[in-house]
Structure formats: structure tokens, C-alpha cells
């Protein structure tokens, strides 16, 4: 098993930087008080922990997990007609659902428009204080200069549906975290290497074989 892989944090709190966005996101949910219906869009540059604080929200507590592949339109569409069935289901044993957009940057322009509506029908359930037992997360490392003229016409009507989450680690943060890992074997972990990201600094560590703090 990889480093990267074993030490992987489980919870919110044990996520480098983006204290801000984690703050926002652990609020969020307080203040749901378990009724459900939360979407979130998680953005920043690729290494800031956007799937992982998805899978974090996803694994705490009783869900059922579904990853539709936005590069597929077909399989999409059919995971967002699942879930809008699911917003107004009574789930047994109080199962909840957690649909997780990864790289929604490549969702089609239909899918973007179906999510619309379907976001829209999860707010109107939270306004009149119903269960709603979803929740959705997008995560996007792509500006809106970087999408598709057809893209751009929608996707800001989608970020602005959603608890928008922008991820980002300081180079001082992330040589802190890195300095105690490797016990200060490694202080300046940023600029060891040439990809900013948590994953190429475990890496790094790995294949250098570099002791790190039991």
C-alpha cells in the first residue's frame, strides 16, 4: 500500500490548509441539522484535496455513494434521474445518498442544465423544511476561461446553486505539514517538487525513502 494511501486522513479536521473551505463545509452540515439536501462545488488547483474532502463528507455516516463519470453523457444522465428520484424518496434505516461529480468542468451542457433544475428541486425541499436526503458535491480544477463556449453559458448558474468551496494550500502549510511528517528531514517539501501536490510530495517521500514519523 502506498504512503499517500495509508495516511490519508478520515476526517475534516485532519485536512492540510484550506481551513477556510473546511470551516464553511463543517458549518454547513452543523447547521442542516440532518435534513439533508446539501450541494456543494469544490474548486481549486489539482492536489488541494477536492476528492478527498468529497469522500470524507461521503464516508461520515450511512450513505450510499454514487460517482457518475462526467465524461460519459449517457451514464450521467441516468445518475441524475436516480437522483432526483432520490430527493423526495423516504429512505429505510435513515440511508442517505451522496452523489459525487468529479471534474464537473466535463460535464455535457444537457447535464449541466438537468442539474440545474435538479438543484433547484432540492432548495425548494429545504425552504419548506422537508427531508431531503441527499447530498451533492462537484468538484472542478478549471476556471471558467478554461470551458466551453457552451459551458460558460450555464455554469455559473450552477456554481451560484451550490455552497461554492474554493480549496488552496500555502506553500508555508504545506512545507509545515511535510516538515513534521519527515521529522524536519524536509522542510521546503514545495519546492522538491515540480507538481504542487499532496499526492507528489508523498510520493516524493516514497521514492526517496525518506523515514517519516511513526
Not at 64 to 92: G, H, N, W
Request: aromatic share 8%; with cysteine; charged share 30%.
Amino acid at each position: 500500500m502506498k504512503l499517500i494511501d495509508t495516511y490519508q486522513p478520515t476526517k475534516l479536521s485532519q485536512i492540510i490548509g484550506n481551513k477556510q473551505a473546511v470551516t464553511k463545509i463543517e458549518r454547513s452540515i452543523q447547521m442542516n441539522e440532518g435534513l439533508g439536501g446539501l450541494v456543494f462545488m469544490l474548486t481549486g488547483t489539482t492536489g488541494t484535496g477536492k476528492t478527498l474532502i468529497a469522500n470524507i463528507i461521503a464516508e461520515s455516516g450511512n450513505h450510499e455513494v454514487y460517482r457518475p463519470d462526467c465524461t460519459k453523457d449517457a451514464e450521467t444522465a441516468t445518475f441524475i434521474d436516480m437522483l432526483k428520484q432520490d430527493i423526495y424518496s423516504r429512505p429505510l434505516l435513515a440511508d442517505k445518498y451522496v452523489y459525487i461529480f468529479d471534474e464537473a468542468d466535463k460535464l455535457s451542457v444537457n447535464n449541466i442544465t438537468k442539474l440545474k433544475t435538479t438543484i433547484d428541486a432540492i432548495d425548494r425541499r429545504r425552504r419548506q423544511e422537508l427531508p431531503c436526503y441527499v447530498t451533492v458535491i462537484f468538484t472542478s480544477a478549471k476556471r471558467k476561461d478554461e470551458l466551453s463556449d457552451g459551458q460558460k453559458k450555464h455554469w455559473d448558474e450552477l456554481v451560484t446553486r451550490c455552497i461554492k468551496c474554493k480549496l488552496e494550500i500555502t506553500s508555508e502549510e504545506f512545507n509545515e505539514f511535510f516538515a513534521y511528517v519527515t521529522m524536519n528531514y524536509i522542510t521546503d517539501m514545495y519546492r522538491k517538487i515540480a507538481v504542487k501536490s499532496i499526492r507528489a510530495a508523498w510520493d516524493f517521500i516514497e521514492d526517496n525513502d525518506i523515514p517519516i514519523a511513526g
